[in-house]
């Protein structure tokens, strides 16, 4: 099966990240996994170095030109499925002429956590959490997954917790301290740890400030958070 995962963004945020993510956890389990993407974007250097093969859509905005060129890849990498990251791919995998010109390709738009009136034409949507597919549903797709984001954990070392531990167990949390990332849930989860006496710290990788601060400071676990603010390397965090 051949999967092309399409991000049409001009920055190197959570949607591009994800998009990378899926490729490469397709790869690892055997898919032809394929990119299509703008070109010269801050992360093709990346991609290049993955081994991923890439097609790059041409021109700007949502046009004949660069529909026709949108078609013309899609007809001769001949893929099963495309993953339609955010709502510039999604328009271009929804529109009339690209559905009419490659019927028999499944456009799957993918929900990193906005949901507008352009993914009511979809026929597939997932969501990268529950409530996103829920969501999905509740405006009229039929067709709707859900797939949590990947993360790479070959060769990482996975301690046995089931054990008595008496050092401090350390859990990292990077994105957006926000609603639309369930940040309270971790905020909670380390609650609960404290209160059965586990020595625990959780170190939170992105804005400096969170939304938060008060649930921090009710929960009394001011000493178990460390903000270090934004990063640039993921993998070296």
């Not at 399409?6 to 920055?11: A, E, I, P, Q, V």
């Not at 990240?17 to 055997?30: I, K, P, Q, R, S």
Request: proline share 2%.
């Amino acid at each position: 099966m051949k999967i092309i995962n399409c991000f049409l963004g001009k920055s190197r945020g959570g949607i591009e990240v994800v998009a990378l993510d899926y490729a490469d956890a397709l790869a690892e389990c055997g898919y032809e996994s394929e990119i299509l993407t703008l070109k010269k974007r801050n992360y093709t250097d990346y991609l290049i170095k993955g081994g991923h093969k890439m097609h790059y859509l041409i021109g700007r905005g949502l046009n004949p030109i660069t529909i026709l060129h949108f078609i013309k890849i899609i007809k001769s990498t001949k893929p099963d499925i495309v993953f339609l990251h955010g709502t510039k791919a999604i328009e271009f995998g929804t529109n009339r002429f690209v559905q009419m010109c490659c019927s028999n390709v499944k456009f799957i738009g993918v929900s990193h956590g906005v949901i507008n009136k352009k993914y009511k034409k979809l026929k597939y949507a997932l969501g990268i959490a529950n409530f996103l597919k829920q969501e999905l549903k509740n405006i009229g797709i039929q067709n709707t997954y859900s797939c949590q984001n990947t993360t790479k954990i070959t060769n990482i070392p996975i301690p046995d917790y089931r054990t008595q531990r008496n050092d401090t167990i350390v859990i990292g949390s990077m994105g957006r301290a926000s609603n639309a990332k369930g940040f309270d849930v971790i905020l909670h989860a380390i609650s609960l740890l404290k209160k059965q006496g586990i020595s625990i710290k959780c170190k939170i990788a992105g804005p400096e400030k969170t939304d938060y601060e008060e649930l921090i400071t009710e929960l009394s676990i001011q000493d178990e958070i460390e903000c270090l603010g934004w990063i640039t390397d993921k993998y070296a965090f």
